[in-house]
Antibody
Framework: EVQVVESGGGLVQPGGSLRLSCAAS????????MSWVRRAPGKGLEWVSV???????YYADSVKGRFTISRDNSKNTLYLQMNSLKTEDTAVYYC??????????????WGQGTLVIVSS | DIQLTQSPSFLSASVGDRVTITCRAS??????LAWYQQKPGKAPKLLIY???TLQSGVPSRFSGSGSETEFTLTISSLQPEDFATYYC?????????FGQGTKLEIK
């Protein structure tokens, strides 16, 4: 079964750091473009970052310079290192694989998400 | 960045109703549009990709149409399990953006 499972969320003070993990099964993380997406309380979905299969990385302006996306091929796991956290980073964070096929692109699968709360 | 404007933001409907959600892109995105359904506490679920292709396993009462800047998601006959929040997403160019969501509630 193709799936991803996020972990690593929690409560952190403003200015603090946290590392999220996304363990994949049924497919190879390094062979796919992988993204992080978040949903803040009461808000909609916001794309955060992508790491291409070719290792190029791209970030939303709201997290650029603070968040770093990476992967460990030996563990088939995606990461999001979050530094200098702000209260507005409070959200459920999802990882998702980008599928390119049949003339289209889409995200699938998605994980259940991991909750990050930034508060003093 | 490409902006997606979804309408309506809230929709109240009854079981058996036909509903349509619109997603407008600020510039042409060909057919690089996907629709997702999200229920509270759950991961987003892919419904439609390439603007009009139904994902395997998704009921045929869901359909999508459109291209470039104007897209629609239609549910032909609402079922109780369809009450959820729906999002469109453009995958034409990064940053991949989402519509603000449409919350579909039971009337």
């Amino acid at each position: 079964e193709v799936q991803v499972v996020e972990s690593g969320g929690g409560l952190v003070q403003p200015g603090g750091s946290l590392r999220l993990s996304c363990a994949a099964s049924g497919f190879t993380v390094s062979s796919n473009d992988m993204s992080w997406v978040r949903r803040a309380p009461g808000k909609g979905l916001e794309w955060v970052s992508v790491i291409y299969s070719g290792d190029y990385k791209y970030y939303a302006d709201s997290v650029k310079g603070r968040f770093t996306i990476s992967r460990d091929n030996s563990k088939n796991t995606l990461y999001l290192q979050m530094n200098s956290l702000k209260t507005e980073d409070t959200a459920v964070y999802y990882c998702a694989r980008e599928v390119v096929a049949s003339g289209g692109r889409w995200f699938d699968p998605w994980g259940q998400g991991t909750l990050v709360i930034v508060s003093s | 960045d490409i902006q997606l404007t979804q309408s309506p933001s809230f929709l109240s409907a009854s079981v058996g109703d036909r509903v349509t959600i619109t997603c407008r892109a600020s510039q042409g995105i060909s057919s690089y549009l996907a629709w997702y359904q999200q229920k509270p506490g759950k991961a987003p679920k892919l419904l439609i990709y390439a603007a009009s292709t139904l994902q395997s396993g998704v009921p045929s009462r869901f359909s999508g149409s459109g291209s470039e800047t104007e897209f629609t998601l239609t549910i032909s006959s609402l079922q109780p399990e369809d009450f959820a929040t729906y999002y469109c997403q453009q995958l034409s160019s990064y940053p991949y953006t989402f519509g603000q969501g449409t919350k579909l509630e039971i009337k």
